[in-house]
């Protein structure tokens, strides 16, 4: 039983040999532009695989990005479903501090509310006024920016300092010459304008000193205001917050920070999520969804590669079939013969894939992270991750073996003297 | 070497059945020079199909070497045809995309020998049949004597008990047939076997025996001087 396996090995390789000389001749003596025509299908197929998907989740892989780098932090807490704060944040805080991991730390305090800009020519209460519905949050500036950067994301005006009163930066959603959409924005507002803030029964009028623009929609419908002074409009006397978005140090592991404060007991105080957690669902269920739609788009272009590949091998097989009948006649194996085709399959895809890789990595990536699309959402990138890559490659490459291998048995497997005799 | 018992051979079935082989029996020794001819039609390529191990008979019997074939399993004709036969065809039968020597090293790369040492073997071979400067020409290099020649040398390289060749001066003009004639005369003198099937009197004189076959059956079994006789006699 051993010889016999050992027999069917050595054969096996025989049969590699020989479909190895046969492809390499082959390809080398077929016409230069028939291969490089047949590679560059390949490569456009192993884009078509990569960058259609790679786009449509880069999309959404914006907008990831900047909600959790602008707004929620490697790790978030916000209150238990149950609380309106974070309960005893002060402690919370203190104790993250203390913890090796910790970057930067933003407490913030919100409260939702409208904000409006002609009310000064509101005559009877019931009047409609230029206003939106915003949500206020109390920030610390500093803190802030040195957690999620917030002072680059301004797009006009100044960012917010913490001696500043009565002094608010708003989010581009709220405004309309930002975000044009009839309701919900203020239409005669801009920066250096008064605006009244409503928020319960307490009212604030503030100026606008600047406007954010960062693409992430919890924070680009905010009105951002010095945490000290909403504290005093909403009357709050105490320290606990709505809001702690914690950055970790590079290469510090959030799911590990993350069970650090449950073992200390904090998740009886608020809801500890990481930032991959606590995105928003609705962002979750589009990255889904373009992943499954990229996936589909992918999944044709694969059926298109290993249909020209199928007809590619079928035309050569079939043109060559007298061919295949003399080798078959002079004793080489239908398998030999076989495998040729399949090692012909792989060398255009292998071509095909390598110079794809060249283009995404050397061209179109490159590009893609120095100039995001700019989609109204988010900062649209190219996800191109080497695993995924590596994966579809491979997936590609199987297809293509398959695609290669039919057509050459449809016709090896034929009469040897009906295809010597041309029969 | 060869032995072959009620060979039938038939095309189609029912009302529509062909027969073109009818019940042959023959015998050719090892390192004889048979010829095969007769008539278009009469069946000798038919025949050379079926002792060459291309095509299977109705019925009958196929002794090579000593090994019933006609009706063994596939696996073992391949092999036998691969190690035991040599073929030249009409025409020429080379892979296009492969050099002279590529192509007459395929059958020995197919029985497992190394690159170098069926190249050398190759190289050799192509240098009995005259074509050692030609050894890297594609086929479409080469003129159509000088690729039966290729053809010849890849059907003795791997050193076959029996050489069949199948109409193998049709396509040359006469001066290359000569050649190619000669050069199967040199082959035979070496001890190599040989089946030649040809419709050309003339050179079907030239083998040790003729076999003529008309409808399927064989007419004619004679030594290669009797046919030659009858060659020179008919011209007179």
């Given at each position: 039983?051993?010889?016999n ?21 082959d ?9 490089g ?7 456009l197929t ?6 259609v ?8 892989e914006?907008?990831?990005i ?14 238990l479903?149950n ?5 005893d944040?002060q ?17 913030r ?31 610390d ?7 999620t950067?917030?002072s ?11 001696e500043d ?11 309309y010459r ?6 919900e ?5 801009a ?14 009028e ?10 992430a ?5 905010r ?5 000290s002074?909403?504290?005093e409009?909403l009357g ?7 809001e ?27 809801n ?19 992943n499954?739609?990229?996936?589909v ?6 059926v ?30 239908g ?12 060398v ?13 990595y050397g ?7 120095k100039?995001p ?18 994966l579809?490659a ?10 290669g ?5 449809i ?5 040897t ?7 | 070497?060869i ?11 029912g ?18 020079f048979?010829a ?12 050379l199909?079926?002792?060459g ?15 019933e074939?006609?009706n ?15 073929y ?9 995309t ?23 073997i190759?190289?050799?071979?192509l240098a ?5 400067d030609?050894l890297?020409?594609?086929p ?21 008990k ?11 003009d006469?001066e290359a ?36 076959l008309s409808?399927g ?12 006789k009858?060659v ?5």
């Open positions: 039983m051993l010889s396996l050992w027999r069917k090995i050595k054969k096996f390789f025989i049969f590699l040999k020989v479909g190895f000389v046969l492809a390499s001749r390809i080398r003596r077929t016409s230069v532009w028939t291969t025509l047949i590679t560059f299908v390949m490569m192993f884009l078509n695989l990569i960058v998907r790679g786009i449509l989740v880069g999309l959404i914006g907008s990831i900047a909600n959790r780098d602008r707004m929620l932090g490697d790790v978030f807490i916000d209150p479903s609380k309106k704060y974070v309960d944040t402690a919370m805080v203190d104790f993250i501090w203390s913890l090796p991991e910790t970057e930067a730390v933003s407490v305090y919100t409260a939702g509310g409208r904000a409006e800009a002609d009310y000064k020519d509101k005559v009877q209460r019931e009047d409609i006024t230029d206003s939106a519905g915003v949500i206020v949050a109390g920030i500036p500093v803190a802030e920016d040195k957690a950067r917030l680059e994301w301004v797009v006009d005006g100044e960012y917010l300092t913490p009163s009565d002094m608010v930066m708003v989010g581009s959603n709220i405004l930002y975000t044009p959409i009839e309701d924005t203020i239409k005669t507002a920066v250096g304008s008064r605006i009244r803030l409503l928020i319960g029964g307490a009212e604030k503030v100026i606008i000193k600047g406007v954010v623009r960062t693409k929609g919890g924070v680009d419908s009105v951002f205001i010095n945490s002074q909403l504290r409009i709050k006397q105490d320290l606990d917050a709505n702690i978005a914690i950055v970790l140090k590079s290469g510090a592991d959030a799911d590990g920070f993350k069970q650090v404060l449950v073992n200390n007991r904090f998740d009886s105080a608020g500890i999520r990481t930032g991959a957690e606590a995105l928003p669902k609705f962002v979750l269920d589009i990255q889904q969804t373009f499954i739609l990229g996936n788009i992918g999944g044709i272009g694969l298109v590669a290993s249909i020209t590949i199928f007809i590619v091998i079928f035309v050569n097989a079939i043109t060559r079939r007298k061919y295949i009948g003399i080798l078959k006649g002079i004793g080489v194996s398998r030999a013969i076989e495998l040729s085709y399949i090692i012909q399959s792989v255009y895809a292998g071509g095909g894939i390598m110079a794809g890789m060249m283009v995404i061209l179109i990536k490159p590009y893609f992270d100039n699309i700019d989609f109204p959402f988010s900062d649209g990138i190219l996800v191109a991750d080497i695993p995924g890559v590596m579809r491979m997936v590609l490459f199987v297809a293509t073996m398959i695609a291998y039919i057509p050459a048995r016709v090896v497997k034929q009469n003297l009906d295809a010597i005799l041309g029969r | 070497m032995k072959v018992k009620k060979l039938v051979k038939s095309f189609g079935s009302e529509n059945e062909l027969i073109v082989l009818k019940g042959l029996d023959f015998q050719i020794k090892q390192g004889e048979v095969i001819t007769g008539r278009s039609g009469s069946g000798k390529s038919t025949l199909y079926q002792l191990l291309l095509d299977r008979p109705k019925s009958g019997e196929v002794w090579l070497d000593g090994v074939l006609a063994s399993h596939k696996s073992l004709r391949t092999d036998f045809r691969l190690f035991n036969l040599g030249i065809f009409q025409d020429y039968a080379l892979i296009p492969l050099t002279a020597t590529e192509n007459v090293m395929m059958p020995l790369l197919m029985q497992g020998k190394t690159f170098k040492f069926a190249e050398e190759a190289a050799e071979s009995r049949v005259g074509l050692a030609k890297k020409n594609l479409s290099q080469l003129s159509g004597g000088q690729q039966q020649r290729v053809s010849i040398a890849r059907a003795i390289a791997h050193s076959p029996i050489v069949f060749a199948d109409e193998p001066t049709a396509n040359l006469s047939s000569e050649n190619i004639l000669d050069i199967f005369m040199e082959l035979n003198k070496t001890g190599q076997t040989m089946v030649m099937v040809t419709h050309e009197p003339d050179y079907a004189a030239l083998a040790d025996r003729v076999i003529t409808d059956t064989i007419v004619a079994d004679e030594r290669g001087r009797k046919a030659r009858k020179t006699q008919s011209r007179k």
